[in-house]
Nanobody
């Protein structure tokens, strides 16, 4: 059974940092492209960052460029999202996803709230 469990969310002041983790079980994360998405209240889920399974190349939404870093620890089967210089508009539920072709597994999400 595949499980993706996010953690590390919380309440932080604007300008602060958080590191989100996504622990994978039931699959080998290194064989999947892994990604972070977020969904703010009343808005659609949006892409944040992605790390490719083979090359390790990373891609970011414009809103995340220069502030967020995505990484993976294959030994721990865990994906990370380091978020710096957080803004109130970063407030959302953050989800990790394991992508293989057109199919994706999703975690349940972790809440990030940035106060002004």
């Amino acid at each position: 059974q595949v499980q993706l469990v996010e953690s590390g969310g919380g309440l932080v002041q604007a300008g602060g940092s958080l590191r989100l983790s996504c622990a994978a079980s039931g699959l080998t994360a290194s064989t999947y492209t892994m990604a972070w998405f977020r969904q703010a209240p009343g808005k659609e889920r949006e892409f944040v960052a992605r790390i490719l399974r083979n090359s390790g190349n990373t891609y970011f939404a414009d809103s995340a460029k220069g502030r967020f870093t995505i990484s993976r620890d294959n030994a721990k089967n865990t994906l990370y999202l380091q978020m710096n210089s957080l803004k109130p508009e970063d407030t959302a539920v953050y989800f990790c996803a394991a992508e293989l072709g057109t199919y994706s597994y999703w975690g349940q999400g972790t809440q990030v709230t940035v106060s002004s």
